[in-house]
């Protein structure tokens, strides 16, 4: 479920990134004024512990595929949100980094759709809920396996949103939200299960770690709440703001572009290399519509907004795939010989 | 997680490849760092119609390739293995999206297919520009830009940590996963009863060790921050490398390459 760069446009990226930047800085500042050390070592070692728990494979019963354990609910329980949350978000930057899981810019979605919804919306209010002052060992299994499926249904549908506000795939809403929440109930399911054999293991071999966890309410109702509503705050100023430019601007390049230089796009100068080529080139196109002519700044806006014209100016002429091809080709070059000259030196 | 073996082979070949001594290695990591966001942002700020005006963005990991001195089948097959969940997605745009854009001859091709390829083209350059970015700067190199650019020293230290003891913990569950299999002579034990037991085993030897690390770093003095291996200097090279990208990408990203180039091409044939 992790969301990938490709999916992403940079609005929502961008919009994500800063939530979860925002969510980082917070949680650092509330792990270090805390006053048990331990927990530093603590969560490192845990998040690498994750890594490894998904080396032991499970086969899940009537169906025959394998499974692992997701990990997200049990740091949570076990470290409380802000270490928990800090603790995910290192292991999905290193899966972005070293597995290709999801992407650099999609990391600021997956940090929120896994560790956010997991450590500040799943475990305050499902599992602490459910849990109550006293927990049996039965409410505590029920607490776990309530909170595994809410998780993993908040963060697909949360991929979801950002895959339709993004608008690369054409999956419609309703038909990805079909595709997506039954397949993450039954992971829910058995991360519930799995979840709950850890920790009632862990309840019988060293019932202290599991009181620990228990006792330390590192958060009050108040701070929390307030912390909810600022973010969500947040996030709607920025995605407000950043999908008004979107919005008005196809892309955002072009948009910080225009503030840099003060015109909408940047006109060619007719003079120099630039209009040599574009004269050449009149001369020599074959093709009449395929003409690499400067149409005006505000006719090529008006292209690209309608929907799918941008590529009627991509294709329509055997130019563009020749010219693709040949680019490709440039490019597995270029390797060659810089590695030709890089050896020589 | 289909060869365990393999997965943790490639992260140990991908950990290793950031010891080389190339010029590329050595320039500052938040040269690296801000390159490679600047290109991801270029990438993804396309339409999504948009397929041949990305294509000039291979230069930029093939050249970091040759001049990295990285392998670049090893690199290749990696990005190759992650490009299938991005395309599942992808896959969706042909059947929904049926308006023909695009006559290649007599092949009417429509605008789904487009996307769809536009989606993959996309993955394979914002993946492989990760495992890039990673193989000629290194992970501790990445966290310490990475703190220099404002984050958190704690959010530093927790990735740093994590680093420290993913390679061990890793060998960890595989003994684990091998002797389970050895001792059940392929078969029964798998199943998910004994899965609480053994994960929770190997939590609490986790546990163990990290208060163990937490004794032994108190007894050798830690202040609570690492010290990178290379000295930080952001001087001309690294000017010079992160303005040179960054025009490059402004160039692919406004003006259609690709396009410019074939009409040249049939100009010049005509």
New interface residues.
């Given amino acids: 479920m992790?969301m990938?760069?490709?999916?992403?446009?940079?609005a929502v990226?961008g919009t994500m990134w800063a939530v979860s930047a925002g969510a980082?800085?917070y949680?650092?500042?509330k792990?270090?004024s805390e006053p048990d050390?331990?927990k530093?070592?603590?969560?490192?070692?845990?998040?690498?512990?994750l890594?490894?728990?998904?080396?032991?494979?499970?086969?899940?019963?009537a169906t025959g595929s394998?499974g692992?354990?997701g990990g997200g609910l049990l740091l949570a329980i076990l470290l409380g949100p802000h270490a928990a949350f800090?603790?995910i978000?290192?292991?999905l930057?290193?899966q972005?980094?070293?597995?290709?899981?999801g992407?650099?810019?999609a990391l600021g979605c997956n940090i929120f759709n896994m560790g956010f919804v997991t450590a500040f919306i799943v475990y305050p209010f499902i599992y602490k809920r459910i849990l109550g002052a006293n927990p049996s060992q039965g409410r505590m299994s029920l607490a776990i396996m309530l909170s595994a499926v809410a998780g993993l249904q908040l963060g697909p549908f949360c991929v979801v949103l950002q895959?339709y506000f993004s608008?690369?795939?054409?999956?419609?809403f309703s038909?990805f939200l079909l595709l997506m929440q039954p397949i993450h109930l039954a992971i829910g399911i058995v991360e519930g299960?799995?979840t709950?054999?850890?920790v009632?293991?862990?309840h019988r071999?060293?019932p202290e770690?599991l009181e620990g966890a228990l006792r330390v309410r590192p958060i009050g109702n108040h701070p929390l709440r307030g912390v909810l509503i600022s973010f969500l705050v947040a996030a709607l100023l920025t995605g407000g703001i950043l999908s008004r430019f979107a919005s008005e601007n196809?892309?955002?390049?072009?948009w910080a572009?225009a503030g840099v230089t003060g015109k909408e796009?940047?006109s060619g100068p007719s003079r120099g290399i630039y209009g040599t080529?574009a004269a050449?080139?009149e001369?020599?196109?074959?093709?009449p519509d395929?003409a690499?002519r400067k149409t005006p700044a505000a006719a090529v806006r008006q292209e690209?907004n309608d929907a799918?014209a941008?590529?009627?100016?991509?294709?329509?002429?055997?130019?563009?795939?020749?010219?693709?091809l040949?680019?490709?080709g440039?490019?597995?070059l270029?390797?060659?010989?810089?590695?030709k000259r890089?050896r020589v030196t | 997680m289909a060869t365990i073996d393999g997965t943790s082979l490639d992260f140990r070949l991908l950990d290793r490849l950031s010891e080389g001594h190339s010029a590329i290695h050595r320039l500052d990591p938040r040269a690296k760092v801000l390159a490679t966001l600047f290109f991801l942002v270029s990438v993804v700020s396309f339409g999504k119609y948009e397929v041949s005006a990305l294509f000039p963005f291979f230069l930029y990991p093939a050249a970091l390739i040759a001049l990295a001195d990285l392998p670049a089948l090893f690199l290749v097959r990696k990005t190759a293995l992650v490009l299938p969940f991005a395309a599942v997605i992808g896959i969706f745009n042909p059947l929904l999206d049926s308006r023909i854009l695009l006559h290649v001859g007599p092949l009417a091709i429509s605008g789904g297919w487009i996307s769809c390829a536009s989606i993959i083209v996309r993955a394979a350059l914002t993946v492989s520009a990760a495992f890039i970015l990673v193989s000629v700067t290194g992970f501790p190199s990445i966290c310490a830009a990475l703190e220099r650019l404002g984050m958190p020293r704690t959010f530093a230290v927790q990735l740093l940590f994590l680093y420290r003891y993913i390679f061990v913990l890793i060998e960890e569950g595989k003994r684990m996963s091998l002797a389970r299999e050895l001792r059940t002579f392929g078969g029964r034990g798998p199943g998910m009863k004994h899965f609480g037991s053994l994960v929770g085993h190997l939590l609490l030897r986790t546990w163990e060790r990290a208060e163990r690390i937490h004794r032994a770093m108190l007894a050798r003095g830690f202040t609570g921050e690492f010290h990178p291996r290379r000295p930080c200097r952001f001087g001309a090279w690294e000017t010079l490398y992160l303005l040179g990208w960054s025009a490059l990408f402004l160039l692919f990203r406004l003006e259609n390459i690709p396009r410019i180039l074939g009409t040249l091409v049939a100009g010049v044939l005509e």
């Fill in positions: 992790h990938a760069d490709a999916l992403l446009s940079p990226g980082i800085a949680c650092s500042a792990v270090r050390e331990r530093v070592p603590l969560m490192g070692v845990l998040g690498a512990f890594f490894a728990a998904q080396m032991i494979n499970f086969t899940i019963p394998s692992h354990l800090l603790t978000a290192s292991v930057v290193v972005a980094l070293f597995f290709g899981d992407g650099l810019l895959t608008g690369i795939s054409e999956l419609p038909t299960f799995v709950v054999a850890v009632s293991f862990v071999a060293r770690i196809p892309d955002g390049l072009e572009i796009e940047l080529l050449f080139q001369k020599t196109a074959f093709l395929y690499f690209e799918g941008s590529d009627v100016r991509l294709g329509t002429s055997v130019a563009g795939v020749v010219g693709s040949l680019t490709l440039i490019a597995c270029v390797p060659f010989l810089l590695r890089h």
